[in-house]
T-cell receptor, first 115, second 110 residues
Framework: EPEVTQTPSHQVTQMGQEVILRCVPI?????FYWYRQILGQKVEFLVS????????KSEIFDDQFSVERPDGSNFTLKIRSTKLEDSAMYFC?????????????FGSGTQLSVL | TQLLEQSPQFLSIQEGENLTVYCNSS?????LQWYRQEPGEGPVLLVT?????EVKKLKRLTFQFGDARKDSSLHITAAQPGDTGLYLC??????????FGGGTRVLVKP
């Protein structure tokens, strides 16, 4: 079965540093998402992306966050100046279409630790 | 803000027993999905229910969507150790933005 791949699997950074989390969605998918899960808490929606622009974003996704699809295969999440509370598992997901009940495929996640 | 509450948070049973996990909300969802998540992996979709009152079966797993589309349940019959894992429900109100429940950790002891 096709997979969403994320790199790196673990990222350790110092507070205030910029990080870029990378994702390769499934090749024929058109909709891309970032979710995160802080340890012990629920999986939370961050942002959805379609046709090279943000479709929807949550309150968490403030000016410190940005997403980009720099080429035909990668989808990145950038955090400009990391804070301790950004430490979480970040999941990328993709889907072919957007609609009721459409299947999202999740990657294995990047564990971000901000020290 | 839409919330989904799952219960119980943790369930430990013996192999062969049945179990039910509940997912409840005060909000209406256009669809509800159940995922299973293994340690170090992302959630993997098990099923999507869309119609109020809908029941779907996946081998020994039975999923039900409430008539009002506010709640759902996952029932496992004759649980096996391979069913051990974290089960997540997630509701979609519009598009594919998902609201996740807190998860139910199931342990099936041989």
């Amino acid at each position: 079965e096709p997979e969403v791949t994320q790199t790196p699997s673990h990222q350790v950074t110092q507070m205030g540093q910029e990080v870029i989390l990378r994702c390769v969605p499934i090749s024929n998918h058109l909709y891309f998402y970032w979710y995160r899960q802080i340890l012990g808490q629920k999986v939370e929606f961050l942002v959805s992306f379609y046709n090279n622009e943000i479709s929807e974003k949550s309150e968490i996704f403030d000016d410190q966050f940005s997403v980009e699809r720099p080429d035909g295969s990668n989808f990145t999440l950038k955090i400009r100046s990391t804070k301790l509370e950004d430490s979480a598992m970040y999941f990328c997901a993709s889907s072919f279409v957007s609609g009721i009940g459409e299947k999202l495929f999740f990657g294995s996640g990047t564990q971000l630790s901000v020290l | 803000t839409q919330l989904l509450e799952q219960s119980p948070q943790f369930l430990s049973i013996q192999e062969g027993e049945n179990l039910t996990v509940y997912c409840n909300s005060s909000s209406v969802f256009s669809s509800l999905q159940w995922y299973r998540q293994e340690p170090g992996e992302g959630p993997v979709l098990l099923v999507t229910v869309v119609t109020g009152g809908e029941v779907k079966k996946l081998k020994r797993l039975t999923f039900q969507f409430g008539d009002a589309r506010k709640d759902s349940s996952l029932h496992i019959t004759a649980a096996q150790p391979g069913d051990t894992g974290l089960y997540l429900c997630a509701g979609a109100a519009a598009g594919n933005k998902l609201t996740f429940g807190g998860g139910t950790r199931v342990l099936v002891k041989p």
